[in-house]
């Protein structure tokens, strides 16, 4: 039993770790990248588009998970974001709060 318990708790701590590893800021660029189309790149946006360049992290990880969740009205953007997992949305929205405007 003791060991079953040392195996477990081992596990755990692996998966915790897991958890809390950095994503590799080359997938997070490459994830941000799909949205260029609209808000530019880097999040440097033409007229008439919401720029994401050095916007608030956490109000772009409100509105996003609001899309997300259909609590926020859109023409595309409740279908994009239902393509990223909650934390990609926030490894998103801190690539582009980190972009000058």
């Not at 790149?41 to 588009?49: E, L, S």
């Not at 919401?50 to 956490?58: Q, R, S, V, W």
């Not at 393509?83 to 000058?100: L, N, T, W």
Request: with cysteine.
């Amino acid at each position: 039993m003791k060991i079953q318990n040392a195996l477990t708790a081992a596990a755990l701590v692996a998966l915790s770790g897991l958890a809390q590893a950095q994503v590799d800021p080359l997938h997070v660029r490459s994830w941000a990248a799909s949205c260029s189309g609209c808000h530019g790149t880097d999040g440097r946006a033409q007229q008439g588009m919401e720029p994401l360049a050095g916007a608030n992290k956490d109000d772009m990880v409100k509105k996003m998970l609001d899309f997300k969740a259909g609590r926020k009205p859109a023409t595309i953007m409740h279908q994009l974001s239902k393509g990223y997992s909650d934390e990609q949305i926030v490894a998103i929205a801190g690539y582009f709060a980190a972009q000058k405007k």
